[in-house]
């Protein structure tokens, strides 16, 4: 890391919670409100929506190689995965907004990535009838995954310990607002909203190949055996943690001494961190906040 890129993440303060538009949330996506707000969308944009370390990543590398692996393989190992597909409604130091970052891409479709909750998508996506891709993790890996993300990023809040994380994870003070209206606002908009393709982290850890089947089936291409095979390797979990282009090393605001922007990738890891009391307490707690019983999640597979 260059001397810079130390001093920048040092000499950047955590930001500090505040409740927008009734969630919680950060300057960092927020500053740039009224441009995105005012996006305009293309009918061909493709739109990667998730909570937190639901898999993001990884389903904006499968949708970019499906698209370009071919056509542009030069992209694959000269372009960060977060220049390719833009995180819409980001503002971080030393980056071009993601609004900038959209407009100035060259590529169709454009690929974007987004953290909001469905009711604060910009309009221009519905108006236009773009894609939405919307990924969704069950809730005790995205919480273990979302602390270790907290604890080396910057731009986060800190999380304190494990303890106190959980329990704001819970109450629904983490950026991005609660965990469950998020996961359960995209579930209820695809009964009214046919272009939206709700996949789950869990399916893909499963069978990546089958997702990827069922991805570009939805986005209407016909993806041949082999070439899902390729795609499937590529984005293997390992090898994307190992790809400079993908695993984020090359952005200052986070701290991978303290844990990598890639950790495991598994399915299952919050048995290593819930104890038997917090299991009990999060199981409770989930059955009165989950009130969508089409909705379910596995916890391991």
Known sequence: MEGSDVSLMTSTSRPELFDFEGISMVHYFT???????NFQARPDDILIATYP????????YILDLIYFGNTAPERQTSIPIYLRVPFLEAVIPKIATGVELVNNLSTTPRLIKTHLPVQLVPKSFWEQNCK???VARNAKDNAVSYFHFERMNHLQPDPGDWNNYLQMFMDGKKVFGPWYDHVTGYWEKKQTYSNLHYMFFEDMVENTDREVERLSSFLGLSTPKEEREKITKNTHFDAMKQNKMTNYSTIPVMNFSISPFMRKGKVGDWK?????????QFDKHYKERMKNPTLKFRTEI
């Open 272 to 280: 290593n961190h819930f104890t038997v009391a917090q299991n009990e």
């Open 53 to 60: 370390k639901a898999g993001t990543t990884w389903v904006s």
């Open 31 to 37: 500053d740039d409100w009224e441009n995105v707000q």
């Open 132 to 134: 939405v891709v919307y």
